[in-house]
């Protein structure tokens, strides 16, 4: 037998994955092609039945590129914070319509666990990644990515030393925009609470927080200035340090919704009313923040269209790869809620 006839791959037909997937032929068809009529929940058990045959479409002239594992990865700092899980929900529902399934890692913002993911997803072959969980200052993962010619775009966060895509809101424009109210409220003892700052989104928001605050006159000192895992834990855990101080401030600006639940819950367990002894604000805008149950005051972004507009970039980059790079500013607006101060909204009978 000739040796090198050994190491040829068996292609595997399309017949062959729609019998292993239980589906027919032409359901393979639609969703090899990106075409409509097939279900989320089908074309990603075709997709995961495709790839793990090792089956790859026939090369013709309007046939998807061959060399497509039709996966990509996101790669989240956790899926804790709803603000990550609905950008996964809607980075997979925006791909499965374009035929792509998602591999979905978190890295607990830990810079040698996001570079063993980048290894992970890079080993698994993946067409490309879209990271919300890069850090400022660790370029390890990205460069892996790079080594192995897989686009990426950055979401939310972005490295300062490697050039990428990216999607996000104007976080110093965001914040100046709710310190500027929350000042508004007359408030004077202030302090902020925001997630790590090697995310390049909550240094950029405790940047804005502060020198807006300094422009009116108001001071917020080093121990006023808090960081802290992005979650209601870490919020609640600054809450803890905040509000056992000899001056505890009468405000609390947040970089994070989750951040400013976690602080209103500490508030409420000790006895204290928001707004009338704490005022509290956020940023993401989470539907539940929002609701009359909390009645957070907050940044909006728009975790759909941020998600959708990652997603095109990175199949652009797919299909047609460039060496240049195009940053996305995403609307953001501000919600008042009652947590600030506000009277709640009229309610028409």
């Not at 969703?31 to 990603?44: A, C, F, I, K």
């Not at 807006?212 to 209601?232: C, E, M």
């Not at 990175?314 to 995403?330: A, E, F, K």
Request: hydrophobic share 40%; with cysteine; net charge neutral.
């Amino acid at each position: 037998m000739d040796p090198a006839s050994t190491s040829r791959p068996i292609k595997v037909s399309a017949a062959a994955v729609a019998r292993a997937a239980g589906v027919s032929p032409a359901t393979v068809s639609y969703v090899m092609n990106g075409q409509q009529g097939v279900s989320d929940e089908t074309r990603r058990h075709v997709v995961k039945v495709a790839n793990e045959l090792g089956f790859r479409p026939s090369a013709g002239k309007d046939a998807p590129d061959p060399r497509l594992t039709r996966v990509v990865g996101m790669i989240l700092p956790n899926i804790v914070n709803p603000m990550y899980t609905g950008w996964a929900q809607s980075i997979i529902t925006a791909t499965s319509e374009q035929g792509f399934d998602v591999f979905v890692a978190t890295s607990q913002d830990d810079a040698d666990t996001l570079a063993q993911t980048a290894n992970t997803l890079a080993a698994r072959n993946v067409d490309g990644v879209v990271i919300a969980a890069a850090l400022s200052d660790d370029s390890r993962a990205l460069r892996t990515l790079r080594q192995h010619r897989i686009p990426y775009v950055y979401l939310s966060r972005r490295s300062n030393h490697v050039p990428g895509d990216f999607v996000g809101i104007d976080d110093d424009a965001a914040a100046t925009q709710l310190m500027h109210h929350v000042l508004g409220h007359g408030y004077t003892e202030l302090a902020t609470v925001i997630g790590p700052r090697f995310s390049t989104a909550s240094l950029a928001r405790e940047e804005a927080f502060v020198r807006t605050a300094k422009a009116a006159g108001v001071t917020i000192a080093g121990q006023r200035k808090v960081s802290t895992r992005l979650n209601s834990e870490g919020g609640l855990t600054a809450a803890k340090r905040l509000l056992a101080s000899e001056r505890p401030p009468r405000a609390i600006v947040c970089g994070s919704d989750e951040i400013a639940i976690g602080v209103m819950e500490y508030a409420l367990a000790i006895g204290l009313s928001i707004p009338e002894d704490l005022a509290v604000v956020g940023s993401d805008g989470l539907p539940h923040s929002r609701s009359s149950l909390i009645g957070m005051t907050t940044i909006v972004q728009p975790v759909r269209q941020m998600a959708e507009r990652a997603v095109e970039l990175l199949l652009g980059q797919i299909t047609d790869p460039r060496s240049t790079y195009t940053h996305t500013v995403c609307d953001h607006r501000l919600y008042l809620g009652t947590s600030c101060g506000c009277p709640p909204p009229s309610t028409a009978r």
